[in-house]
Every structure is written in C-alpha cells, then in structure tokens.
C-alpha cells in the first residue's frame, strides 16, 4: 500500500521549468508568506480560516504531513531553486482512486504557465504512479487564469456548485472541473 509519507521523502517531478518536491520546515517561512498572502488565499474555494491564524494552521498541517489523504508538493522554480507555490492532491482516496486537485502560487509568478506546468507533472504522477481514475479541480467562477490551468490541462467543466457559506464573496459560485484516467491518457 502507498504511504504518502515514505513517497514525500524520495520523489521529485521535474519539469521544464518548475519541479515539484517536497517541502521541509526550513521553508516554513516561504511557504507562510504564500500562504499569507490575501489575494493568493482568496482564490482558495476549500473551507479555511482566511486570516492570520488560519494560514498558520494550514502550514503546520502541511509542514508535519499529518493529513493521510493529502500529498502537497512545494513548486519551485528550477533556475532560482526557489519555492514558488503549493500543489497537492487533496481528500485523495485509494480505494476509489480518485482526488482533488488544489494549487496556488506566490503572485509574482502568476499568469506565466507555471502553474499550468506544475499541474502537468502533478496529473502525471496521480494517474502513473497513483492509479487515480479520476481527479477534480475547483475554483471560483471569476478566476479565469485557474480556469485556464485546469482547461490547458484537460480538465473539463462539469457542473457549478453555490458560493459556500463563509466565503468573502458570497455571490461567487465555485466551478468544478474534471477529468477521467481515460480522458487523460487520450490527449
């Protein structure tokens, strides 16, 4: 059986020009600041505390792996070695070899196919090395360059879900985006 926390200490996706790998303690800071940031966390459709303390919970979660059914990766750019965003699978499931999709990057390096190629080595790791058959990506119905990330990627419009209650903007419906093992391995 796959133990998320054996696999997290070894791989490494590279890319282009972003790799995926793991993220350590010592880029706590780093990753706080990403996560900190209000319009990077805005962007966000998972339910969370958008402030202060609820980042730094998000990051202790992160930083000691402590969720089974989650597999973050850090996105560093390759040039710089420098940590630039969060991947991950989340709510990922084995028995039903299926997951959600989340991302978010630091917002300087927005709108410059990063993420679109850190999703890239992310789907392929899901679907080769995970067995996934499906996997689903969400985000809010204004948030065009997300749409484009998971659209570039294959991922197909499948239904739109109310605004959730607690959100800022209680008026911004939530897309979700999918794509099948079968669709995948056919583009």
């Known amino acids: 059986m796959f133990d998320n ?9 590279v890319g282009e020009r972003v790799q995926l790998k793991q993220i350590e303690k010592v880029d706590g ?3 706080e600041h990403i996560l900190s940031t209000l319009q990077t966390i805005d962007c966000a459709t998972f339910d969370m505390d958008h402030s202060y303390f609820g980042s730094k919970r998000m990051l202790n979660q992160i930083l000691s792996r402590e969720l089974e059914n989650f597999i973050h990766f850090g996105i560093w750019l390759r040039k710089a070695n420098e940590l630039i965003g969060l991947i991950s699978f989340q709510h990922w499931s084995r028995v039903q070899a299926k997951a959600t999709i989340g991302y ?3 917002r300087t390096y927005w709108n410059q196919g990063l993420a679109t190629e850190a999703l890239r080595l992310l789907l392929e790791f899901g679907f080769t090395e995970l067995g996934l058959l499906q996997v689903e990506g969400r985000c809010y119905k204004n948030n065009i360059a997300s749409e484009k990330v998971m659209t570039k990627n294959g991922l197909l419009w499948i239904r739109t879900l109310p605004a959730r209650y ?3 903007n209680l008026s911004n419906e939530i897309h979700v985006y999918g794509l ?5 391995r056919q583009s």
């Not at 099948?180 to 995948?184: R, V």
């Open 180 to 184: 099948s093992e079968a669709s995948y």
């Open 104 to 106: 978010m990057l630091d």
């Open 166 to 168: 607690g959100a800022r």
């Open 29 to 31: 800071k780093r990753l």
């Open 5 to 13: 926390r054996e696999f997290m200490n070894s791989s490494i996706l």
